[in-house]
């Protein structure tokens, strides 16, 4: 299932159909007719031709068994959409990355896109001119959602079907190069959110193929692949390699890997993580999870564990939002948002490693100790956690900029790795709501189940919850970037630039779990130390009501959230006179002093 190759002289065309007779290469000219029909040669459950003189460019698509014209699973380019004709692509572009190394878990500030909407053309190409924008933050990595080809002009990225093709509505194969290219001129490095559990229900055409690709089980989200398989773990894995491969990429996040059965010896991703890091010689690429269990084994060395650099932890969000905005609904009933709670949250990095969940009705989770912080990923917003709501509300919206400020100054000081979704660094306003372009019947399932997803919800009818499918829903997602430029949302952009240029402070270099300490002062407030070797910095972080605390002497003030600058209320909330801090409401105060 290794789809086409340019080899020297020609182009070779490969698929798996094991319980097929005849496959069939249709070959077509550039206006889509077809010109020259090959029949492939049968080589146990694989098909293959070499065409003489061709290359990149052929555009080619497949019959089985004398009927039906179907896409190659494989493709590296559906120029037409996934119901479309295949394309071979060149290996050929002008890269001038060569002094490129990569990025480390340790480093690492994650800027979370969705390509669609996070400009008005929605492409790699117009995305280019922003990363300035996100070089002057302190962004080290743009983490894209899946871009693999999907059905439709706009879609979330997890009902991919063709796994290794950059979809065609963003700029296909060439754009995703030049994008990548120049993130690495700025030493921005670039990870793919990478779908392995499922293929979309639709344009899934792996199935004309080789049924045999498919487990009994399905995902929530479709139909599941069969990893005790060889040809579907190559399918993959081949995949997976050729994103950090042919288009430069710094590594992966791996969607939903909870839902990814495989009991072979060698679990499938602990194979994607080494084969896509081999496919990178001299460069650090990246894996990480995204995994609801708070399972040690995925970060654990490998045998013992997967070996992966890194893993999603929403514990801390789901406190943080209890905390500040009081959702209670689902998952939040298990996390309390207490002061104390919180705390723990942040001394281990998550909060379940082994307790009973109420949402869930089982244990949950593993013991973190030995895991470094740079293991886990923090946020306080991420396309989840803002698009499955039925609105598609941020943070913002629920909360004021006191809380807002204050939860953001969390999440940048803590030790852990932060992952900021795009448009959170100036509290943008837009919704990012969830969005689908399927044909008519299936679109129409997705509306009716996406009703009655939010249906045992207080406070919504199925009336008011915006359509998936309705063009208004994806276009009102698309981020007003001249909001940044505004009161007062330029100011919290202000505070985003310093509190991530503070991860630079001598006191916050080293990440190590004795290198910070965290504590609940009171039912309201949080404290953070960071310690250095020559300098100590301390966070503390009201939540609601106000605090005064006495710091006794020698404690400076290093940044108030607070402060008129980044939109706040000046001295009105508060500050430090003599010793003793004072916040009235909502703020965080970091403090210095010399060791």
Same mark, same amino acid.
């Given at each position: 299932m290794t789809g086409d190759a340019v080899e020297p002289g020609g182009v070779r065309l490969r698929v798996w159909a094991p319980s097929h007779a005849r496959v069939d290469a249709e070959i077509l000219d550039a206006g889509g007719r077809a010109v020259r029909v090959v029949r492939m040669e049968p080589r146990g459950g694989w098909f293959e031709a070499f065409l003489d003189?061709?290359?990149?460019?052929?555009?080619?698509?497949?019959?089985?068994?004398?009927?039906?014209?179907?896409?190659?699973?494989? =493709?590296?380019?559906?120029? #037409?959409?996934?119901?479309?004709?295949?394309?071979?692509?060149?290996? &050929?572009?002008?890269?001038?990355?060569?002094?490129?190394?990569?990025?480390?878990?340790?480093?690492?500030?994650?800027?979370?896109?969705?390509?669609?909407?996070?400009?008005?053309?929605?492409?790699?190409?117009? *995305?280019?001119?922003?990363?300035?924008?996100?070089?002057?933050?302190g962004i080290t990595v743009l983490e894209l959602m899946p871009v693999a080809d999907f059905p439709g002009e706009h879609n979330w990225g997890y009902d991919g079907v063709q796994p290794r093709a950059p979809a065609r509505a963003y700029g296909g194969p060439e754009g995703l190069r030049r994008l990548v290219d120049a993130a690495h001129a700025l030493e921005i490095g670039v990870i793919l959110d990478f779908v392995a559990s499922h293929l979309g229900p639709e344009g899934n055409y792996l199935g004309a193929f080789a049924?045999?690709?498919?487990?009994?089980?399905?995902?929530?989200?479709?139909?599941?692949?069969?990893?005790?398989?060889?040809?579907?773990?190559?399918?993959?894995?081949?995949?997976?390699? =050729?994103?950090?491969?042919?288009?430069?990429?710094?590594? #992966?996040? #791996?969607?939903?890997?909870? &839902?990814v059965g495989d009991d072979s010896e060698t679990h499938i991703l602990r194979e994607i993580a080494d084969r896509a890091r081999a496919a990178a010689p001299g460069r650090r690429v990246l894996v990480v999870a995204e995994d609801e269990r708070n399972d040690a084994r995925l970060v654990a060395p490998a045998p013992e564990g997967f070996g992966l650099d890194a893993v999603w932890a929403d514990?801390?969000?789901?406190?943080?939002?209890?905390? *500040?905005?009081?959702?209670?609904?689902?998952?939040?009933?298990d996390f309390s948002g207490t002061?104390?709670? !919180?705390?723990?949250?942040?001394?281990?990095?998550?909060?379940?490693?082994?307790?009973?969940?109420?949402?869930?009705?089982?244990?949950?989770?593993?013991?973190?100790e030995g895991l470094a912080p740079a293991r886990f990923v923090h946020c306080i917003q991420n396309h989840d956690q803002i698009g $499955?709501?039925?609105?598609?509300?941020?943070?913002?919206?629920?909360?004021?900029?006191?809380?807002?400020?204050?939860? =953001?100054?969390?999440? *940048?000081?803590?030790?852990?790795?932060?992952?900021?979704?795009?448009?959170?660094?100036? $509290?943008?306003?837009?919704?990012?709501?969830?969005?689908t372009d399927h044909e008519p019947e299936l679109g129409r399932?997705?509306?009716?189940?996406?009703?009655?997803?939010?249906?045992?919800?207080?406070?919504?009818?199925?009336?008011?919850?915006?359509?998936?499918?309705?063009?208004?829903?994806?276009?009102?997602?698309?981020?007003?970037?001249?909001?940044? *430029?505004?009161?007062?949302?330029a100011g919290v952009l202000a505070l985003y630039r310093e509190l991530i240029a503070l991860r630079s402070h001598p006191a916050m270099r080293k990440r190590d779990r004795a290198s910070f300490r965290v504590r609940a002062l009171g039912p309201d407030a949080v404290e953070l130390e960071r310690c250095g070797a020559k300098t100590r910095l301390r966070l503390i972080a009201c939540l609601r009501s106000g605090l005064e605390v006495d710091l006794g002497s020698h404690w400076r003030m290093v940044l108030f959230s607070e402060d008129e600058r980044f939109?706040?209320?000046?001295?009105?909330?508060?500050? !430090?006179?003599?010793?003793?801090?004072?916040?009235?409401?909502?703020?965080?105060?970091?403090?210095e002093r010399d060791e």
């Open positions: 003189g061709a290359g990149p460019g052929l555009t080619y698509r497949f019959r089985v068994d004398g009927s039906g014209l179907f896409p190659d699973p494989a =493709s590296r380019f559906q120029p #037409l959409g996934v119901h479309g004709p295949s394309r071979v692509v060149g290996g &050929a572009f002008p890269w001038t990355d060569s002094s490129w190394r990569g990025t480390s878990a340790e480093d690492a500030i994650f800027y979370e896109v969705h390509v669609g909407t996070a400009t008005r053309e929605g492409t790699f190409d117009v *995305l280019i001119p922003h990363l300035a924008e996100l070089k002057a933050l049924r045999e690709a498919f487990a009994s089980r399905r995902t929530p989200w479709g139909e599941a692949l069969d990893y005790s398989r060889r040809e579907v773990r190559d399918f993959v894995a081949e995949a997976a390699e =050729s994103w950090v491969r042919d288009y430069h990429l710094d590594g #992966l996040r #791996l969607d939903a890997t909870h &839902a514990d801390f969000h789901h406190q943080v939002r209890r905390a *500040l905005a009081g959702d209670r609904d689902g998952y939040y009933a002061s104390e709670d !919180l705390a723990r949250t942040m001394r281990d990095g998550w909060f379940f490693r082994g307790q009973w969940s109420r949402a869930l009705g089982h244990p949950r989770g593993t013991p973190p $499955n709501r039925a609105f598609g509300d941020r943070l913002g919206r629920s909360v004021d900029g006191a809380a807002y400020r204050t939860a =953001s100054a969390l999440l *940048l000081l803590s030790p852990y790795t932060p992952l900021l979704f795009m448009g959170q660094e100036w $509290n943008a306003t837009t919704p990012f709501l969830f969005f399932k997705v509306t009716e189940g996406r009703r009655r997803e939010f249906a045992r919800f207080a406070g919504f009818s199925s009336q008011e919850i915006p359509d998936p499918q309705a063009p208004r829903t994806f276009e009102s997602s698309k981020l007003d970037r001249a909001e940044a *430029l505004r009161a007062p949302h939109g706040g209320r000046g001295r009105a909330a508060g500050g !430090l006179q003599g010793g003793r801090l004072l916040l009235r409401g909502a703020g965080a105060a970091v403090l």
